[in-house]
C-alpha cells in the first residue's frame, strides 16, 4: 500500500528557480492538500483541494501554484523560489477533510532555496 | 478562529515512566474534530487518533491514552510506560466544520535509555 507518495524527497533550489512538487495517493480520496513545516510552527496549509476540479488557498498560499491534475494527483508549482520558502513540504489526503476524516501524510519533500 | 497550543515545546523522559503531552484548543463551533500525529524521527507523519465533540470518552490503545475534556478544552495524550521507540514530534490539531485543520506548534518527545 503507497498511500500518498511525493516526489522528490530532497531538493535544492537557487533562489528564482522555478520547481513542482508532485503528490499521488492511491486510497481514492477525495481531498488533497499542501502543507508547509518549519521548525516552532507546526504545519500551516498552502493550498488544498476539496474535490477534482477544485482548488482553494490556504494559510500561506503566496508564492506557491497548484494543479489537481485528476483524482490521484495534486503538485505544488514554485515559480520563483525565495529562501523563505525552505521548508519541508507534507502532501495529504483525506475522504473529504471538511468532515473530519483523517488526513494521510506523504513521507515530505526537503526543499532548500539557495 | 481557532487555534491549538501545545504549550510543552520539548520533554524529556527516561525510559519506563509515563509522561503526558498537553493540547489545548480554541474554537467557538460546538461541532469538531480533534487529533493527534506523531512524526518521528524519519520524518513522515502517522495519524494516531480521531475524537469529535460529541464523544468525551476517554480511549485506550495499549499504552497511549487520551482524555478529552470540553470543561477545559483540552485534548491530552499520555503515554504509560514510554519507550525509545516513543521518541517524536507529536502534534495536536483541530478541525471544524467547512474550516481546515489546524495544527499545534508540536512538542519534541525524547525518551532515553
Known amino acids: 500500500n503507497a498511500g500518498v507518495t511525493q516526489t522528490p524527497k530532497f531538493q535544492v533550489l537557487k533562489t528564482g528557480q522555478s520547481m513542482t512538487l508532485q503528490c499521488a495517493q492511491d486510497?481514492?480520496?477525495?481531498?488533497m492538500y499542501w502543507y508547509r513545516q518549519d521548525p516552532g510552527m507546526g504545519l500551516r496549509l498552502i493550498y488544498y483541494s476539496a474535490s477534482e476540479g477544485t482548488t482553494d488557498k490556504g494559510e500561506v498560499p503566496n508564492g506557491y501554484n497548484v494543479s489537481r491534475l485528476n483524482k490521484r494527483e495534486f503538485s505544488l508549482r514554485l515559480e520563483s523560489a525565495a529562501p523563505s520558502q525552505t521548508s519541508v513540504y507534507f502532501c495529504?489526503?483525506?475522504?473529504?477533510?471538511?468532515?473530519?476524516?483523517?488526513?494521510?501524510f506523504g513521507d515530505g519533500t526537503r526543499l532548500s532555496i539557495l | 478562529a481557532q487555534k491549538v497550543t501545545q504549550a510543552q515545546t520539548e520533554i524529556s523522559v527516561v525510559e519506563k515512566e509515563d509522561v503526558t503531552l498537553d493540547c489545548v484548543y480554541e474554537?467557538?463551533?460546538?461541532?469538531?474534530?480533534l487529533f493527534w500525529y506523531k512524526q518521528p524521527p524519519s520524518g513522515e507523519l502517522v495519524f494516531l487518533i480521531r475524537?469529535?465533540?460529541?464523544?468525551?470518552q476517554n480511549e485506550i490503545s495499549g499504552r497511549y491514552s487520551w482524555n478529552f475534556q470540553k470543561s477545559t478544552s483540552s485534548f491530552n495524550f499520555t503515554i504509560t510506560a514510554s519507550q525509545v521507540v516513543d521518541s517524536a514530534v507529536y502534534f495536536c490539531?483541530?478541525?471544524?466544520?467547512?474550516?481546515?485543520?489546524?495544527f499545534g506548534s508540536g512538542t519534541q518527545l525524547t525518551v532515553l535509555p
Open positions: 475524537r469529535n465533540s460529541f464523544d468525551e
Open positions: 490539531a483541530l478541525i471544524v466544520l467547512g474550516r481546515q485543520l489546524t
Open positions: 474554537t467557538r463551533d460546538t461541532t469538531y474534530y
Open positions: 495529504a489526503s483525506s475522504r473529504t477533510g471538511e468532515q473530519g476524516q483523517p488526513q494521510h
Open positions: 486510497m481514492n480520496h477525495n481531498s
